[in-house]
């Protein structure tokens, strides 16, 4: 009987709003890195089929290049589509307690807000803006590098 291999995959997609403005960061060897979390909102009916709505708030953490155009670019209010991959940390907090989050480690950002002009007014943009964290790429196999730049 032939082992099953279970597939290695951790991917997700969401689309919310910054709850917050980004806070941005250097690491000890420079590194960028931002945080911010977005609610993303669902509406459903419920039993009596009147309308509700459910908010879902999800941390979200970008690197590098990534992390200063969320820096330069993002606000509280935001509309944002991240793609990315859950991981979890583990921290001490000020009371000395292990705390364990979980947050999406963005791999691409699409900026869904149209852009703010020089004097305040909104910039009509052709297509909202995106950008990509390139450092997943020396994650991948060559088949893999060649299949996710196929066009």
């Known amino acids: 009987m032939a082992e099953f291999k279970m597939p290695e995959l951790n991917s997700v997609v969401i ?4 709850t917050k403005d980004p806070i941005f960061r250097q690491t000890t060897n420079g590194t960028p890195v931002v945080n911010f979390s977005i609610a993303s909102n669902r509406r459903f009916r419920d ?3 009147d ?3 459910d908010v879902c708030y999800v941390g979200v953490v970008a690197w590098n290049r990534l992390a200063e155009s969320c820096r330069d670019k993002l606000r509280k209010g935001n509309a944002v589509l991240v793609d990315g991959e859950l991981q979890s940390r583990t921290f001490k907090t000020e009371d000395g307690n292990n705390r364990t989050i979980v947050e999406i480690k963005a791999r691409r950002i699409q900026f869904l807000n149209k852009r703010m002009g020089g004097n305040g007014e909104h910039v009509a943009q052709d297509e909202p803006s995106t950008f990509t964290d ?18």
Request: avoid cysteine; charge should be negative; aromatic fraction near 8%.
């Open 47 to 49: 039993k009596n089929e």
């Open 15 to 18: 689309a919310g709003n910054l």
């Open 134 to 151: 390139d450092s997943f790429d020396s994650l991948l196999s060559p088949e893999d590098t060649d299949l996710l730049h196929e066009k």
């Open 51 to 53: 309308w509700k709505e």
